[in-house]
C-alpha cells in the first residue's frame, strides 16, 4: 500500500510512505528539515506501523501541536 499524505501544522508538505503486510517499507518527506526527516525515514524503515504510532504520535515541534513524526503517525493511522 502507498500512503501520499498532505501534512498539516509542519515545515513539511507531504509523507510518502510505502507499506507491506504492516511493515514500513519506505518513508520520504518533502520539505521540512532535511536530515532530521531523512534520519526519522531511516529509523522507522522495517518498523511495524503500530510501532511507529505508539512511538511517535503526540510529538510536538516548539509551540505547535504537531510535528513531522506526529503527522507520520497520523497518515499511518488514518491508512489503517
Not at 504492516?22 to 531511516?42: P, R, T, V
Amino acid at each position: 500500500m502507498t500512503i501520499n499524505y498532505t501534512t498539516k501544522g509542519t515545515c513539511s508538505r507531504q509523507i510518502n510512505i510505502e507499506v507491506e503486510y504492516g511493515i514500513i517499507k519506505s518513508c520520504e518527506f518533502i520539505g521540512g528539515c532535511n536530515g532530521n526527516l531523512k534520519g526519522i525515514s531511516k529509523l522507522v524503515t522495517g518498523m511495524k506501523v503500530e510501532d511507529v504510532i505508539a512511538r511517535l504520535e503526540n510529538t510536538t515541534c516548539g509551540p505547535r501541536s504537531t510535528s513531522c513524526p506526529d503527522q507520520l503517525a497520523q497518515a499511518l493511522k488514518q491508512a489503517l
